[in-house]
């Protein structure tokens, strides 16, 4: 079990730290990740001793599917993340006696080795984001959307692919936004 546990661990870190750490540049999820990968794995590993049959299988994904629809919404690359987290913690648990550790150390490495040439390859562009405070409430409409982007895109002067307004304080005319926006990766 240990032995599993320390490959979980470190094909966790080649994950979290070495890809999604350096290409985000985001350690906000980095304590969620590792946490929900060494829960997963001990859970995994402690039910295989068990007969476990499909109803307790689709149980323990409900479970997981309540508390993913209770929690805040994140977005989709880190959802990503968090499903190869959990897929590679459940492999390497419930990994049985027919299959042998250079399988393991193999299904890792191809995990990881996608994960690296997707994001390198097919995401050249760099997404990165950057809280502020506008003042301009009233172009913070539905209806204004192209104005709004334009009016951060001349201010900023980065191309900002998209936008979250967190809080908007029509007393001080002032709204707290999340800009999300590119840089081409060299």
């Known amino acids: 079990?240990?032995?599993r546990l320390l490959v979980n661990i470190t094909f966790l870190t080649i994950i979290i730290r070495g890809l999604y750490n350096k290409k985000t540049q985001d350690t906000s999820f980095t304590f969620t990740y590792y946490m929900i990968g060494i829960i997963v794995f001990f859970l995994c590993?402690?039910?295989k001793k068990y007969e476990l049959d499909i109803g307790m299988a689709l149980g323990l994904f409900a479970i997981f599917g309540i508390i993913r629809y209770r929690t805040e919404s994140i977005d989709i690359k880190?959802?990503?993340y968090l499903f190869i987290v959990i897929g590679i913690s459940v492999i390497n648990?419930?990994?049985n006696k027919k299959m042998s550790y250079a399988e393991i150390f193999g299904a890792n490495i191809v995990i990881?080795?996608?994960?690296?040439?997707?994001?390198?390859?097919v995401l050249k562009?760099?997404?990165?984001?950057?809280l502020l405070k506008y003042e301009k409430v009233d172009n913070i409409h539905f209806n204004n959307d192209e104005v709004f982007l334009a009016d951060l895109k001349d201010r900023?002067?980065?191309?900002?692919?998209?936008?979250?307004?967190?809080?908007v304080n029509y007393l001080k005319n002032t709204a707290d936004i999340v800009v999300y926006y590119t840089v081409d990766e060299q």
Do not use: D, H, W
Not at 125 to 130: A, G, I, N, P, Q
Not at 156 to 167: A, D, F, P
């Open 45 to 47: 590993f402690t039910l």
């Open 112 to 121: 990881v080795f996608a994960i690296y040439i997707v994001e390198r390859t």
């Open 93 to 95: 648990a419930l990994a």
């Open 125 to 130: 562009r760099k997404e990165l984001k950057m």
């Open 78 to 80: 880190e959802m990503t």
């Open 156 to 167: 900023l002067g980065i191309n900002v692919t998209r936008y979250e307004v967190s809080k």
């Open 1 to 3: 079990m240990m032995f």
